[in-house]
């Protein structure tokens, strides 16, 4: 029965995961559930009009792909065609949201055209089947198709062919 359960659980949780290639399922990230450090709505159509990297982040695990956030940073891309999107599990974490969120609201003044977005409540574990308790990477292209997914670390050669991704998408 354990088996059962445990598979039909699988098969939900493959149902909902983001597929290459695909605009995944809108999904809002507002009020209890967490909010942009403005306070205002974080929604994912707005991962359109430009390739959007986003790195979905339990803050324990916040320096795993800092590589890859150095390389494309040191890369100069147009803002008006490439762009990021750092979201931070903070459910995933003993740490305090008042001081993860202090952190936040300096990051954001820090990295202005960066798009810094609070998950209180493990919303795209449970809408798009991201990996909890990590560092993941995603990009979307211009119609907000997904073009690529990682979690955990991204390697060297990874980071060589994602920032050929990005450039080939531009």
Do not use: C
């Not at 605009?23 to 929604?43: C, L, R």
């Not at 609070?118 to 574990?125: A, F, M």
């Not at 990590?134 to 907000?144: C, E, P, R, T």
Request: proline share 2%.
């Amino acid at each position: 029965m354990k088996k059962i359960v445990l598979a039909i659980t699988v098969l939900l949780a493959q149902g909902l995961a983001i597929e290459l290639g695909k605009v995944p399922i809108m999904v809002v990230i507002e009020g209890e559930n967490g909010a942009k450090v403005d306070g205002s709505a974080w929604s994912s159509s707005m991962l359109k009009g430009k390739i959007y990297t986003v790195f979905y982040v339990d803050p324990d695990k916040k320096d795993v792909n800092n590589a890859l956030a150095d390389a494309i940073k040191a890369k100069k891309y147009d803002r008006k065609k490439v762009n990021s999107v750092a979201i931070i599990n903070l459910a995933a974490t003993w740490l305090p949201n008042a001081l993860i969120e202090s952190k936040l609201e300096d990051k954001q003044k820090k990295f202005p055209h960066t798009i810094y977005v609070k998950d209180k409540k493990k919303v795209l574990v449970k809408k798009w089947g991201l990996a909890d308790d990590n560092s993941d990477i995603l990009i979307f292209d211009k119609q907000g198709k997904l073009l690529y997914k990682k979690f955990g670390k991204v390697s060297a050669s990874e980071i060589k062919e994602v920032l050929a991704l990005i450039e080939k998408n531009m």
